[in-house]
């Protein structure tokens, strides 16, 4: 496990860069935390990183926002917020994503759909806002 510690929106491009570092290999990063604890912020972050030139938004109504990395890299954000039975996610192909081994997923929400990830390739992030406002991310794969 690796604990990072975001102290300011400031170092939020720093922490991006280490969170890429840490998950090599690994195609599905989850990223778990109360509302409001800064999951979109941290992906818009990793996104800009990774150079891609899109606008990076949090897919809450369309489940899923796809964005190209500056290599090439396909880059598939999810939002299951707005999930009420995991049918909708088999009914929109979340295979075709998830088992993508040249594209990256970078998951909101995953508890609500972690009987359908797949056991290799997950990396997850635990986000906990702290009483100054800072964060702590706990990364495990």
């Known amino acids: 496990m690796i604990t990072i510690e975001l102290q300011t929106i400031d170092a939020i491009e720093d922490v991006a860069r280490q969170i890429i570092s840490a998950t090599k290999g690994k195609n599905i990063t989850c990223f778990y935390g109360t509302m409001g604890a800064g999951k979109t912020t941290l992906i818009?972050?990793?996104?800009?990183?990774l150079g891609v030139a899109d606008m990076v938004t949090s897919p809450t109504f369309a489940l899923v926002n796809e964005y190209t990395s500056a290599n090439g890299t396909p880059i598939y954000h999810f939002d299951f917020y707005r999930i009420k039975r995991i049918d909708e996610v088999y009914d929109f192909g979340y295979e075709e994503y998830f088992y993508?081994?040249?594209?990256?997923?970078?998951?909101?929400?995953?508890?609500?759909?972690?009987?359908?990830?797949?056991?290799?390739?997950?990396?997850n992030i635990h986000i906990n806002v702290n009483?100054?406002?800072?964060?702590?991310l706990q990364i495990s794969a």
């Open 131 to 136: 009483t100054d406002g800072s964060r702590t």
């Open 100 to 123: 993508n081994p040249d594209a990256l997923c970078l998951v909101e929400w995953p508890e609500l759909i972690e009987q359908i990830l797949p056991i290799d390739g997950v990396t």
């Open 44 to 49: 818009r972050a990793i996104c800009k990183v």
